[in-house]
Structure formats: C-alpha cells, structure tokens
C-alpha cells in the first residue's frame, strides 16, 4: 500500500474506534472529555492548514471561530433558520473573514511576527465590534434556547455532541490528508519553506496563502459553530478572546505542526493533561496552565518536530551522536 | 536572422544612490548557450531578477517570447517558460529532494502521483537519483546545486536562467556538472549563466556578456571577451592591461 493509502487507512480506523465510544459507554464523564479532546483537535487542526502547512503563525484564529459562533447564534436567533443551514453559513462566513484578512495581509506580504501581530490585532477589533454592536448582544452575550432535537442539532446527551464534533474532526483529516497528496498542498509547503524559490518556479504564493487561510478559517468557524449548539451561549470574550487563538496554536505546536496526526495528538495530550492536574492540584487553581505553560516549553525545547516528529527527532539526535563518535 | 527568445531594452534599476544596472539590453537567440560574467557587484544577479520578475527596472523593457513581460511576477514568467535558478542555494528544506523536485513538475501536471514520477526522471538527468529520499537539508553544496538545476528543470523551461550553478563547487564536481548543463542546452532548452568559473564559461558558452559596475562593458566569444582589455580592468584594475602588455613586451625581449 502506498503512503497516502495507510494514512487514509489510519483515518479511518481512528475514526470508526472513536465512533464505537459512546456505544461502549454511557459514562458522562468520558463522553464529555472525548468531545472536548476532539473539539480542541478541531481548532488545532484548523490552526495547522495554515500555521503548520504555510507556516504562516497566526496568534488571532478566534477571529474566526468568534466569526463561526456569532453566525450560528445570529443566523437560528434574529435570522430563524434552521440550525444545520446555519452552519453551512457559519462555515462560509468565516471562511470569507478568512478570505477578508488573507487578502488584506498576504497582499502586503505580511509575514512571520508582522502577520502574527495583524491577526491578533484583526481578532481584537472584532472583539471591541462585538462589545458594541446590538444584534450581537453587546457586553450579556446571546442566548441559544434549549430545544433538543436533531433538526436543532441539539442533542440530550453529549453522545450526539461527539458524533458531531467526531465528523468534523473526520473531515478535517480528510482536508489535511489532501493537502499532503495534492498540487495545492505542495504549493502551500513550499511556499512555508522558500517563497522566493516557490516563486521562481511558478507558484503564486498570493494565491496559495489566500487558499490555505480560507480553508483555515473555515474549518475554525466549524468550531465556533460547534461550541454554540454545545453550551448555548456566546459572548464577545469567549468568541474573540485571545484563549481560542492560543489554545489552537499550542495543540497544533506540541502535536507537530504540518503533520497530519499533530493537532490530534496534540489536544488529546493536552487535555488528558489539563484533566490529571485539575483532579491532583484542584486546590490550587490555575496550576494547570502553568503545567500547561511548562510543557510547551519544553517541546519547543527538545522536541521541535512536536509529538507527532518524535520519531524523527530521535532519528535525527541518534545520527547526530553516531556521527559525532564515527 | 530569428526573433531572440529573450530581449531586454535598456534596463535600468537603482537602489537609492547605486545604479545597480543602467542602460542595459542584451538578446538571448532561443536554443543558445550564453554566459552573462563580470566582478563582483557588477550587477550580474540583479539582472537576473529583473529579468525573471523579481524586481521591478526603473525603466527599460524585457521581452519574451516575442510578448513584453516587463515587471510581471516571476511565477508567471515561469509559466510562460523562464525560470530562474538562485546563486545562493534555496531548497526546500523540510522536504525530500523527491519532493523538491515535484514542485518544479507540478507547474505542468496537477496530479501528485505524475509530479513525483516526473521528478524521478529529472532526477536522473541530473545525477540525483540516489538521492531522491533524503531531506534536502541532508545534501552538500554540490548536491544541493545539482537540487537547484533539477526542480528549475522540472517546470520544462524554455528559458534557464542560471546564477552560478558551479560556485563552491570543487574541481571535480565542476567537472562533473559541466557536461550535465551542456546535456540540457543539447535538449533544447535555452541557457544564458552567469558564471565565475572561467574553465566552464570557456568550456561551453557560445557568446558571452560582461556586465561591470552596472554597465554592458563587451560581448563576443569567450575568447574575444577575455582578451579584451577593457574586460581585463574591470576584473584587475586600471591600467592592469597596459602593465600586462608591457611585462609581456619585456619577457619576449629578454
């Protein structure tokens, strides 16, 4: 079997033992952390098409999950519309404040801490925007109201919630398997690692970035919807603050960046992570995001291929001391 | 005699108080060999990259292909079949040269599969078969030269434009890459170089450029070009030609 092959292989059996959880349990417990690992994997996995894969660090993806969750929340509440119609629009909409931003700062060839600083500044400005508009509820947030029903994707247990986050999840594996099969994701590697080069053998890097921050943007707005239908609420903190952004790059950072497994790896690390220090430090509030913040350090440190490198790494470490006693 | 491939017209840029390049026009007859040589800072890669698209001239003109291309984007200047090469080697790192190298093919074939493939048999037309798996930032300079050639040969130019392809290489890898870019000039494909290593200019361009400090100082034949004196002070130093010619009279006389 060739390469792509396994790996789709791979996304489908993760995907079909995943799936068979909520049917081997009712426990709410693990239900709820399976959803919220695969959520976490969705932002980074979002993250990673344009960070990992065009290595163009963005620190303001909540701009587009924000985006996401206030066209899901707006579209049932003021618009009516039925909730998966919703999310079509919510998906669009970021994709297009993808679009939007892409343009603005790839046409200006922004990039590194520059592009970094523009998304972040993009996501604050939005934030401020939420605070003071009216059809986004300013300051109280928006209220989804409680109705469980499929056509609502409102479900009563989180079983349906992980069917839902699970398929998204499914087709963001897809969406990255391609890229690493595909003239697009070739482009969009190159121009990560030379533009100039990338550009003398004609790639428009314009164009591929454009592409690439559209599909990330997406997909995060997919995220934003998701958080909505699950809590119900929304406001200008949650949506636009800066906690999305970070915890997106760090899951996608600590599982490997450009990989396709990374992000995954990442956000379940971390979550399993976050869950052990809450239940050992639980009287000592906020010690998991310095456990958190340590661990970042350290696989930026010795790890720079992230989890999913690791094999690579010590490959590498093992032909470096070889070489040095040969 | 047949329109040239490439025309430039008067070609100049400046970088505030340095004229890079002024006044500059040179034709490229397709299907030739040439050479573009001259000391350093002459202004050489700058206009390379005012050809290809990679600067904008402050005024002068670049055509190709019969079509005037002045000041549009190097990515679709390497559409229309002119793709550059860079003096100092810009691979793409992270991945394999087998990689490298489909970037170049995919110009012309969407599909990942054909765009590997076809970067095996560039590959071997350039001597970097055995090491298509390896991570490009594994190659020597020589191998990464070779890597440079390869994925510019992937996109199938009609035009190569390649900027010291042989520097830091040593004697035998000099050797050993002189016949692979005559092998491609032999394919079809149209070559103007810019080199240092006068042992490959002389080996193999038909006609040849001197550009020095900005300016189009001789052209001709390898051998008109370096026994011109003018050429000779530009790479020596003034009056370097007369004190040659004197030694030369004195060593015959004794």
């Known amino acids: ?326 | 005699m047949a329109e040239p491939l490439l025309a430039i017209k008067g070609l100049s840029i400046s970088f505030g108080g340095l004229k890079a390049v002024q006044n500059v026009s040179l034709d490229v007859p397709e299907g030739s060999l040439t050479a573009l040589i001259g000391p350093n800072g002459a202004g050489k890669t700058t206009l390379f990259a005012l050809m290809s698209g990679f600067l904008k001239p402050d005024s002068g003109t670049v055509q190709f292909a019969g079509q005037d291309i002045t000041g549009c984007a190097p990515h679709l200047n390497a559409r229309r079949g002119m793709t550059r090469t860079f003096q100092i080697v810009q691979p793409f790192a992270t991945q394999t040269v087998r990689e490298n190298i489909a970037v170049g093919a995919h110009l012309h074939l969407k599909e990942r599969r054909s765009a590997l493939s076809q970067a095996e048999e560039v590959a071997a037309r350039v001597g970097l078969s055995a090491q298509l798996d390896k991570p490009a930032s594994d190659l020597t300079v020589a191998g990464r030269k070779r890597l440079e050639l390869a994925r510019a040969l992937a996109t199938r130019p009609r035009l190569l434009l390649l900027d010291e392809v042989l520097a830091g290489l040593n004697p035998q890898e000099i050797a050993e890459m002189i016949p692979v870019v005559r092998g491609i000039a032999q394919s079809g494909v149209t070559v103007l170089m810019i080199e240092h290593v006068m042992q490959a200019v002389m080996n193999l361009a038909q006609h040849v450029w001197v550009l020095a400090q900005g300016q189009l100082i001789a052209q001709g034949t390898p051998a008109e070009v370096t026994a011109d004196e003018k050429v000779v002070e530009a790479y020596l130093g003034h009056g370097t030609a007369a004190r040659l010619r004197a030694a030369a009279l004195a060593g015959a006389a004794t």
């Not at chain 1, 994997?41 to 963005?58: C, K, R, V």
């Not at chain 1, 996501?123 to 605070?131: D, P, Q």
């Not at chain 1, 190159?190 to 314009?206: K, L, S, T």
């Not at chain 1, 490198?309 to 490959?315: E, F, H």
């Open chain 1, 1 to 326: 079997m060739t390469s792509g092959g396994k790996e789709l292989a791979g996304i489908f059996l993760f995907v079909a033992l995943v799936a068979g959880i909520p049917l081997a349990t009712d426990s709410g417990v693990i239900l709820n952390f399976v959803m919220m690992a695969l959520y976490a994997a969705l932002l980074a996995q979002a993250w990673n098409i344009l960070g990992g894969f065009g290595g163009q660090f963005s620190f303001g993806h909540a701009l587009f999950f924000g985006t996401g969750a206030y066209i899901q929340a707006i579209a049932q509440l003021q618009g009516g519309l039925n909730a998966w119609l919703a999310l079509f629009m919510a998906v669009a909409g970021s994709a297009g404040v993808g679009a939007l931003v892409g343009a603005l700062s790839f046409r200006y060839g922004l990039k590194g801490s520059y592009f970094a600083l523009v998304t972040l500044a993009f996501a604050e400005v939005f934030r401020i925007l939420a605070l003071s508009v009216p059809f986004t509820g300013a300051g109280v947030g928006l209220m989804l109201p409680l109705h469980e029903s499929f056509a609502n994707m409102q479900f009563g247990s989180r079983k349906g919630y992980v069917y839902l986050v699970l398929a998204f999840v499914a087709a963001a594996l897809l969406l990255t398997w391609w890229l690493k099969h595909s003239r697009f994701g070739a482009y969009l590697q190159a121009v990560r690692d030379n533009e100039d080069a990338a550009r003398a053998i004609g790639v428009n890097p314009f164009g591929v970035k454009l592409g690439a921050i559209v599909l990330s943007g997406g997909l995060m707005g997919a995220g934003g919807a998701f958080y909505v239908q699950v809590f119900q609420y929304i406001d200008p903190g949650i949506a636009y603050g800066p906690g999305t952004s970070v915890e997106a790059l760090v899951a996608a950072i600590v599982g490997g960046m450009g990989t396709l497994w990374g992000p995954v790896l990442g956000a379940l690390v971390l979550h399993v992570l976050a869950d052990l220090t809450r239940n050992l430090f639980g009287q000592l509030p906020g010690i998991n995001m310095v456990i958190y913040g340590m661990v970042l350090v350290l696989i930026v440190m010795f790890l720079p291929r992230g989890i999913a490198g690791l094999g690579a790494t010590a490959k590498s470490l093992w032909k470096k001391s070889g070489g040095r006693r040969g």
